[in-house]
């Protein structure tokens, strides 16, 4: 079956960092476009940032600058690397992987909070 789970969430001050990972599984993952969403309290869910099979990465405007999306295909995971986090980051942050014209996958979710 298909899986992807978010790690490295948490408890993070503001001008702090922290490396997001989801490891994926059950599917061809290098043929698949990744990225992460969040859904802060009240909000809309929204792209953060995403890396597509070839490689070519997108970030939101709030984030670009201090965000790095990667990927691993060896490993099959995907990473978020944020700094200089503000308390607007906070929110639940998921994972999603895309392949045209297929449904796509979803992470759990996994909270980061940004607060001192």
């Known amino acids: 079956q298909v899986q992807l789970v978010e790690s490295g969430g948490g408890l993070v001050q503001p001008g702090g960092s922290l490396r997001l990972s989801c490891a994926a599984s059950g599917f061809i993952f290098n043929i698949y476009d990744m990225g992460w969403y969040r859904q802060a309290p009240g909000k809309q869910r929204e792209l953060v940032a995403s890396i597509s099979s070839s490689d070519s990465t997108n970030y939101a405007d709030s984030v670009k600058g201090r965000s790095t999306i990667s990927r691993d295909n060896a490993r099959k995971t995907v990473y978020l690397q944020m700094n200089s986090l503000k308390p607007e980051d906070t929110a639940v942050y998921y994972c999603?992987?895309?392949?045209?014209?297929?449904?796509?996958?979803w992470g759990q979710g996994i909270q980061v909070t940004v607060s001192s």
């Open positions: 999603n992987a895309r392949y045209y014209p297929t449904n796509p996958y």
